[in-house]
Nanobody, 126 residues
């Protein structure tokens, strides 16, 4: 089992940057696929980005492609989401998640993940 703790959220102006962190305890991240999701007020939680086991590949939602980057620091057992060129529509609570299922899953839907963090608020002002 793994416990996830997100940090790094905050208030930023449009066009600015933030880096979110997701620290894992209990097991190493390399055992899991890791994803970032977000949920805006009144909306469903949606996929943002994911990193395959051991960081072999990445995949992004079209809405963030080219602006966000997911990465892993194995030594710190932490996954990051670097967010650049932020827009007001990026405002949401951001969650990281870990999936322990088949390597062949796409890991772009909520039910493909087994463990979730508590979330961190990102607010982008116009």
């Amino acid at each position: 089992q793994v416990q996830l703790v997100e940090s790094g959220g905050g208030l930023v102006q449009a066009g600015g940057s933030l880096r979110l962190s997701c620290a894992a305890s209990g097991r190493t991240f390399s055992s899991y696929a890791v994803g970032w999701f977000r949920q805006a007020p009144g909306k469903e939680r949606e996929f943002v980005a994911r990193l395959s086991r051991s960081g072999g590949s990445t995949y992004y939602a079209d809405s963030v492609k080219g602006r966000f980057t997911i990465s892993m620091d194995n030594a710190k057992n932490t996954v990051y989401l670097q967010m650049n060129s932020l827009k007001p529509e990026d405002t949401a609570v951001y969650y990281c998640a870990a999936g322990a299922g088949s390597y062949y899953r796409a890991y772009v839907t909520l039910n493909e993940y087994d463990y979730w963090g508590q979330g961190t608020q990102v607010t982008v002002s116009s």
